[in-house]
């Protein structure tokens, strides 16, 4: 049913339903109308009248023998009851002038007439039956004669006053008929408009439920699309883990093969060539990056880290590697910060690097002439903004271009040569993440003229860290040698891993599965263990676990780096929960496999243990939940709701605090989760929250050299501290409310 005719019947049932008020309005006029009729019946005395007239008829009788018995007698005794029977008849004569009883005669001439004679007879026979005296005899008879000839008039006035009731009430019957009638009919219209209106009620009543099975059975089918779309969004995200994996592994040995490849001695023409594949195969790897990015922004699954950073620092580290390509394509390269742009602000540093790597990638690819520039500028709030400005003097874009540059897979070279290649997702993956971070990305092009590309984000100031993170690379002594496990199913990473921890003067053993794995560090002690992630018979979480499981404390406490080839967030907390160290991504470079064994094995010079003392670090013991005598000394000050406030505040705010710590080990950030477990463990002594206390002290201290598995425990562990110390402090009535 369309609206259209939804609407129509809504209307015929509102005009229905008023011709049903209107016609039951009648019925209840029409009955008010009978109801009125029947009261006028009962109050208006006619009947009451009319009997006054049939009295007054009897009473004259009576008065016209008692008149000839005083005729025929004489005696005082007779004229006594005359005169009695004569007052008793001027009664009745009154009442035959009632204002009822004229109304009710009114047209009838007999009747007044009578009324007249009546009037006369009376005034005469008041003087001869006066009380008092003896009437004459002669008068006596004459007033009889007079008298006699009443009889008749007053006979017809019953006989008029009964011809007009019966008059009257045939048409007050007839009236009442007639309303009768009326009400009837419209009883009958009105029972006829019920039945329809029922009718369609009842058709409206069953098309609602028909609507609103269909509703419910689209509710059923919707939700049923929603799993499916679950589902399918699922296996799409294994789909892709598993796709990233199985490209992944492949470019490990490929780009890897190359990079040693460029260690050997080659001719011109072979150098050249071996830079045109790794090109190619990193210019392959960008796009299985973009698609991956793209495939966890649209599942939700990208998260967004943001932290304290040194923004002029962020920059130097993008300028080398921009102003290498810029050179190549004799394009100048210009980076200027504004005075007033803060040096410490809070963003995501790896993502705000992707969006200006992709920025000026662009702005170079497309320019052959002219410069680049970025240009970073503070804009006055409120709110306060950060503006990142690229601007390029390439080949510029139309506005139809323009209008479809943030489009997936709409590339910037439109143009049937593409001269210029790209996979159009970089821009669109750039704009997600400004928004994400709540900015965005604005353009203005000009054709022929060049570029301006606009990153707009919310400043967030930070004051300057009382402590920065030492330089491990200007403190760090050479690694001394280490015995590696590699668990790698894959022959051509071998070889790879095997080259490149050999450059790396470390000796590498291999197994081919997770199970060998285990084995193998029961019966050898190892420095390391490289474990990748996908392999038959038992997986590298798997094999961590069982690693972790082991009696022997030293081949339990074996450093363990993950190598996988899927870069999905939740793979890198996976690794960590299940006790790994560390965490790399193939394809694995040379680089950053040194930093990984520097991370886990270096030293500064002071440093009295030797590299391989960094292991499992036992947990302290755990301390007493409440601190008494803290919270004691804490009351000095404080009242007791205020306490319980402020202990109530801090463990409402314990779930954040976990997940900022959580990013920060996740994301290898030591500085960040520093700062946390050190705002936490102050706040908690001064509660005296003793064991919270304590574990963030452990986390504190341990940020920047235990294992990053021990620290997602001690983590792990502070949440736990949180519930208990909860149900501790409300035990002993330190929360409001207990």
């Known amino acids: ?76 005794q007779a004229l006594d009851s005359l005169r009695l029977r004569y007052e008793i008849w001027i009664s009745r004569v009154d009442l035959a002038r009632t204002p009822t009883l004229q109304s009710l005669m009114v047209d009838e001439q007999d009747y007044l007439a009578a009324v007249r004679q009546l009037a006369a007879f009376v005034e005469q026979a008041d003087r001869v039956l006066a009380p008092g005296q003896t009437p004459d005899p002669t008068a006596l008879q004459a007033t009889f004669e007079q008298f006699n000839g009443l009889v008749v008039p007053v006979h017809g006035m019953s006989l008029a006053a009964a ?107 072979q150098a050249e060539q071996l830079r045109v594949a790794t090109e190619s195969a990193d ?31 962020l920059l130097t580290q993008i300028d080398p590697l921009m102003r290498t390509q810029a050179t190549a394509k004799s394009l100048s390269l210009y980076l200027d910060v ?123 100031r930070h004051d300057t860290p009382a402590e920065s993170p030492p330089s491990a690379e200007r403190s760090e002594q050479p690694l001394r040698s280490l015995s590696v496990l590699v668990a790698e199913d894959h022959p051509v990473n071998r070889q790879y891993l095997a080259s490149l921890l050999e450059t790396l003067h470390h000796r590498a053993h291999f197994v081919p599965d997770g199970q060998q794995a285990v084995q193998a560090v029961q019966r050898e002690r190892y420095d390391l263990v490289l474990m990748d992630l996908h392999m038959p018979e038992l997986d590298g979480i798997g094999a961590t676990v069982a690693i972790r499981a082991l009696p022997d404390p030293a081949a339990a406490t074996v450093p363990i780096v993950a190598l996988t080839a899927d870069a999905f967030q939740d793979t890198r907390e996976r690794c960590l929960l299940a006790g790994m160290n560390d965490f790399l991504t193939k394809p694995v470079s040379p680089q950053g496999l040194a930093s990984a064994l520097r991370r886990l094995f270096g030293r500064r010079p002071g440093d009295a243990a030797p590299p391989s003392a960094v292991r499992m670090a036992p947990l302290p013991l755990e301390a007493d939940l409440i601190d008494h005598a803290a919270v004691q000394a804490a009351l000095q000050g404080l009242s007791p709701e205020r306490l319980a406030s402020l202990i109530a505040s801090f463990l409402d705010q314990g779930s954040q605090t976990v997940a900022h710590m959580r990013a920060a080990v996740r994301d290898g950030q030591p500085l960040e989760l520093r700062v946390h477990a050190h705002t936490a463990r102050g706040a908690a002594l001064n509660l005296g929250l003793a064991a919270l206390a304590q574990t963030a002290q452990a986390l504190h201290e341990g940020a920047a050299h235990l294992p990053a598995h021990e620290v997602a425990h001690l983590v792990q562990r502070y949440e736990m501290q949180l519930a208990r110390t909860r149900t501790a402090a409300r035990e002993a009535g330190m929360l409001a409310g207990t």
């Open 338 to 460: 504004a005075p007033d742009v803060p040096e410490w602000v809070v963003a995501d540093a790896t993502r705000l690097k992707q969006i200006l790597f992709n920025l000026l990638s662009n702005a170079i690819k497309f320019s052959d002439r002219g410069s680049v520039a970025l240009d970073v500028r503070c804009l006055p709030g409120p709110p306060e903004q950060l503006q990142f400005v690229v601007t390029d003097t390439g080949v510029g874009m139309d506005a139809q271009t323009v209008q479809g540059l943030f489009r997936r897979f709409a590339p910037g070279d439109a143009t049937p040569r593409r001269r210029h290649a790209g996979s159009g997702l970089g821009l669109e993956i750039s704009r997600n993440l400004a928004r994400r971070m709540d900015g965005d990305i604005d353009v203005h092009s000009v054709p022929g003229e060049g570029s301006r590309f606009t990153l707009t984000l919310p400043l967030r």
């Open 1 to 76: 049913m369309t609206a259209v005719d939804g609407g129509s019947r809504r209307w015929g049932l509102a005009a229905m339903a008023g011709v049903l008020a209107l016609v039951l309005g009648a019925v209840v006029l029409v009955q008010g109308r009978q109801l009125a009729l029947s009261q006028q019946a009962l109050r208006s005395g006619d009947g009451y009248s009319v009997t006054s007239l049939f009295q007054l008829e009897v009473e004259t009788l009576r008065l016209r023998d008692q008149w000839r018995t005083v005729l025929e007698a004489g005696s005082p």
């Open 283 to 313: 210019h392959l790897l960008a796009i299985l990056n973009d698609i991956l990015d793209m495939s966890q922004l649209e599942a939700g699954r990208l998260t967004l880290n943001p932290a304290p950073l040194q923004l002029r620092e």
């Open 163 to 269: 011809h007009r009731l019966a008059q009257r009430a045939d048409d007050g019957n007839r009236a009442l008929q007639q309303q009768s009638r009326l009400g009837v009919a419209l009883s009958v219209f009105l029972f006829a408009l019920c039945a329809v209106f029922a009718g369609l009620a009842m058709r409206q009543m069953r098309q609602l439920q028909q609507r609103r099975q269909t509703l419910e059975d689209l509710t059923r089918r919707l939700r049923e699309a929603r799993l499916e779309a679950e589902a399918a969004s699922e296996a799409k995200s294994a789909f892709l883990a598993n796709m990233s994996h199985e490209i992944r592994t492949p470019f490990q040995g490929l780009l890897g093969m190359l990079s040693l490849l460029r260690e050997t001695g080659l001719s011109p023409r």
